[in-house]
């Protein structure tokens, strides 16, 4: 999906996101349903009801999951976040600078694990929370020349895709560095996967990749069909492997919509086997 947010544009809240793609107006975490996308909200007074959030200086964000009283629990909008690249779903994150003022958003993000840590609830009262880091996709964005990743060769087919549905899942954490290095392995373990399962013909037109690499593989470029950029793990049914012609015409063709919705169809019946 093309989500129409521009980076660092301020929208209202309810206007612009909700009246269009559903979910709670209310709340941290709204999950439409609609919609393949999550959209959390962070900012003015979240430090006063007990939430910790914060950017740190790797470009990573530490977001303090749902409930405000008590000890959190990995359901609903908890549970969302963590299994979003497992569901198809986009992490899009907003901060709102002041009281009942536009939100702000920030970008799309991939959940790169979580931990449990001590924080005071809205009343003052010590309690676990779920603490999860996030990792922004621009970080992540691979140029074209990058996406041809050389699919290891001494795998099977079923035990590549075994460890990309593996690669889904977000691990816990406690080191956003530690978070950006499973974020990246599971992005690869996708992309060798959906190379590997192409068989050197791209996955939208059908044609031949248009040359051999260095190594003697066919050169292909794997897509994610929901995001604005390549970067990022997903889900192996919503990546494929397109030759270049289709890789730039999902990006800047005319028909971006169609064409995503049409490729998605298509991977889904390759997936089902």
């Known amino acids: 999906m093309l989500w129409p947010f521009e980076l660092r544009r301020s929208y209202h809240r ?42 740190e200086a790797d470009g990573s964000f530490r977001y303090t999951g749902q409930g405000q009283l008590g000890d959190m629990r990995m359901i609903s909008g908890n549970r969302a976040i963590r299994d979003h690249v497992q569901n198809g779903k986009d992490l899009l994150l907003f901060q709102q600078t002041k009281k009942g003022g536009p939100v702000r958003f920030e970008g799309l993000y991939v959940c790169g694990g979580w931990k449990m840590e001590q924080q005071p609830d809205m009343n003052g009262q010590p309690r676990q929370a779920i603490v999860f880091t996030l990792v922004p996709q621009s970080g992540l964005s691979i140029e074209a020349e990058g996406l041809a990743t050389e699919a ?6 079923e035990e590549l895709r075994k460890r990309a549905l ?15 290095a499973n974020v990246r392995a599971r992005s690869k373990a996708v992309r060798d996967y ?3 399962r192409a068989k050197g013909s791209c996955e939208n037109c059908g044609s031949s990749a248009p040359f051999l690499t ?17 970067g990022g793990p ?26 995503e919705n049409e490729l998605i169809k298509k991977i889904i019946k390759i997936e089902i086997f």
């Open 14 to 55: 309810r206007n612009d996101i909700h009246a269009r793609f559903g979910g709670q107006q209310q709340g941290g975490i709204s999950t439409p349903a609609n919609a393949p996308g999550i959209f959390i909200f962070t900012g003015h007074g979240a430090g006063h009801v007990g939430y910790q959030d914060v950017f």
């Open 152 to 157: 290891p060769v001494d795998l099977s087919l």
């Open 166 to 180: 593996k690669a889904a899942l977000a691990p816990t954490t406690a080191s956003p560095r530690v978070a950006l």
């Open 194 to 196: 959906v190379l590997a």
């Open 214 to 230: 260095s190594t003697g593989q066919p050169y292909l470029e794997s897509h994610h069909i929901h995001k604005l950029s390549d």
């Open 234 to 259: 997903d889900h192996p049914a919503s990546v494929a492997a397109l030759c270049p012609n289709c890789h730039r015409q999902a990006h800047f063709g005319r028909s971006q919509i169609s064409f």
